[in-house]
T-cell receptor
Framework: GQSLEQPSEVTAVEGAIVQINCTYQTSGFYGLSWYQQHDGGAPTFLSYNALDGLEETGRFSSFLSRSDSYGYLLLQELQMKDSASYFCAVMNSGYSTLTFGKGTMLLVSP | NAGVTQTPKFQVLKTGQSMTLQCAQDMNHNSMYWYRQDPGMGLRLIYYSASEGTTDKGEVPNGYNVSRLNKREFSLRLESAAPSQTSVYFC?????????FGPGTRLTVT
């Protein structure tokens, strides 16, 4: 089976940098994705890492180390609108399904 | 281009009642999914359909059935609702790396 671990809650202030870690145990690993969900809303895709290293998309970056079964999402220049839940998800073999972590609630304060 | 749509948005059922949740996508995706989201549990896969005409069980399929009506539509049926099925249900479709989620159906079973 698959299991993912991520912190349940992280707090930070506007303008700061925050890192949300994710460790996973899985078979048939194809890649690690990150999704954002604002309260009551639909999850939206942020990033996907298939290979080791850092992927940057604007203020958000995502990192993967396959040998360590570890990844993280880095959010820079935090804004109030970044307050949301962030989920890591493992893409399973054949690209067919995702297994999600339980999510990290990020609270950005002024 | 509406993306992924779901109906209804809200529903209250009594124990033992049945209902069908509807989902449609207009992105010509082959793969579609049904998830449930409970507080502190993240997103858990109920059923998925990798292509028109095929369906497969996910992590939590008991008490549910699905139909992939055509490439656009994927419905989820609760034959005899139970209070444990009180949850938020999300439908999604995917390109290879990214899943697109509908707005969700908030279901309460009393």
């Amino acid at each position: 089976g698959q299991s993912l671990e991520q912190p349940s809650e992280v707090t930070a202030v506007e303008g700061a940098i925050v890192q949300i870690n994710c460790t996973y145990q899985t078979s048939g690993f194809y890649g690690l994705s990150w999704y954002q969900q604002h309260d009551g809303g639909a999850p939206t895709f942020l990033s996907y890492n298939a290979l080791d290293g850092l992927e940057e998309t604007g203020r958000f970056s995502s990192f993967l180390s396959r040998s360590d079964s570890y990844g993280y999402l880095l959010l820079q220049e935090l804004q109030m609108k970044d307050s949301a839940s962030y989920f890591c998800a493992v893409m399973n073999s054949g690209y067919s399904t995702l297994t999600f972590g339980k999510g990290t609630m990020l609270l950005v304060s002024p | 281009n509406a993306g992924v749509t779901q109906t209804p948005k809200f529903q209250v059922l009594k124990t033992g009642q049945s209902m069908t949740l509807q989902c449609a996508q207009d992105m010509n995706h082959n793969s579609m999914y049904w998830y449930r989201q409970d507080p502190g549990m993240g997103l858990r896969l109920i059923y998925y359909s990798a292509s028109e005409g095929t369906t497969d069980k996910g992590e939590v399929p008991n008490g549910y059935n699905v139909s992939r009506l055509n490439k656009r539509e994927f419905s989820l049926r609760l034959e005899s609702a139970a209070p444990s099925q009180t949850s938020v249900y999300f439908c999604a479709s995917s390109s290879i790396y990214e899943q697109y989620f509908g707005p969700g159906t908030r279901l309460t079973v009393t």
